[in-house]
């Protein structure tokens, strides 16, 4: 089971890069101002890395243990993004002055873009905590 310093770690590393990543690319796709997706998508994060916190605490629980499979890892991120999807739909719908459905394919889009990225961040965050508790225990 991981301690809750290594959740937070990986908290905060997934959502800054999420936002390095997401930030200007919504700014693009949606034509609103870096600032306001900026500020929309910081708000978000700061949920985003509170639910994460959450849902891989209760993951952990359910599957307790470092060596995941694909199904397990795209369970763990598909967990993760749909729970974000339905708690933030109406808020970015509210912030961009759009409707739900234009809201939910934004999000359905960037939900699929961080499903990717989160498979790819939640294997590689793993590979490097093992190879460091490993170089710990020798």
């Known amino acids: 089971m991981r301690s809750w310093r290594e959740r937070v770690l990986h908290t905060t590393l997934f959502e800054a890069g999420g936002l ?16 306001r997706l ?24 359910w599957v ?9 890892r795209v369970a763990q991120a598909l967990g993760f993004e749909l ?18 459905i234009e809201a939910f394919w934004l999000d359905l889009g960037f939900m699929l873009f961080f499903l990717g990225y989160a498979l790819i ?3 590689a965050f793993d590979g490097i ?8 225990n020798n």
Do not use: E, K
């Open 20 to 35: 390095v990543l997401v930030t200007p690319l919504a700014s693009w796709l949606t034509g609103h101002g870096i600032g």
């Open 38 to 61: 900026g500020l929309l998508t910081v708000s978000l994060a700061t949920f985003a890395m509170l639910w994460n916190l959450l849902w891989n605490r209760l993951f952990d629980r």
């Open 64 to 72: 307790p243990t470092r060596r995941r499979n694909l199904v397990q």
């Open 83 to 100: 729970g974000l999807l339905v708690m933030t739909l109406p808020v970015v719908a509210w912030w961009l002055g759009i409707g739900l």
């Open 121 to 123: 961040f939640n294997s």
């Open 129 to 136: 905590v093992q190879r460091r508790l490993a170089r710990r």
